[in-house]
Nanobody, 116 residues
Framework: QVQLVESGGGLVKPGGSLRLSCAASINRFNIYVMGWYRQAPGKQRDLVATITGGGSTNYADSVKGRFTISRENAKNTVYLQMNSLKPEDTAVYYC??????????WGQGTQVTVSS
């Protein structure tokens, strides 16, 4: 059973930075594709970034150059470093985990609010 716990959300001003963390209770964490998704009020949940066990990454166009996903396999943890934050980045951010051909398991989400 996969358990994911996000932390690090909060309120930040435009142009600021936050780092989200996701601690995973998973056997063989290194074989899972980990990701971050976000959902703004009234909108669907969208992909932000993913990272494979080997470190290959994929980003939504809207965050390229501003966000960086990384993982520490020894700590079963995935991170999302968010820089140059914009009001449109405001959303609940969810951590995800899946095997290569599997479906996502989700954390409970952490709120990120970008506002002056």
């Amino acid at each position: 059973q996969v358990q994911l716990v996000e932390s690090g959300g909060g309120l930040v001003k435009p142009g600021g930075s936050l780092r989200l963390s996701c601690a995973a209770s998973i056997n063989r964490f290194n074989i899972y594709v980990m990701g971050w998704y976000r959902q703004a009020p009234g909108k669907q949940r969208d992909l932000v970034a993913t990272i494979t066990g080997g470190g290959s990454t994929n980003y939504a166009d809207s965050v390229k150059g501003r966000f960086t996903i990384s993982r520490e396999n020894a700590k079963n943890t995935v991170y999302l470093q968010m820089n140059s934050l914009k009001p449109e980045d405001t959303a609940v951010y969810y951590c995800s985990a899946r095997l290569q051909l599997g479906t996502n398991s989700w954390g409970q989400g952490t709120q990120v609010t970008v506002s002056s």
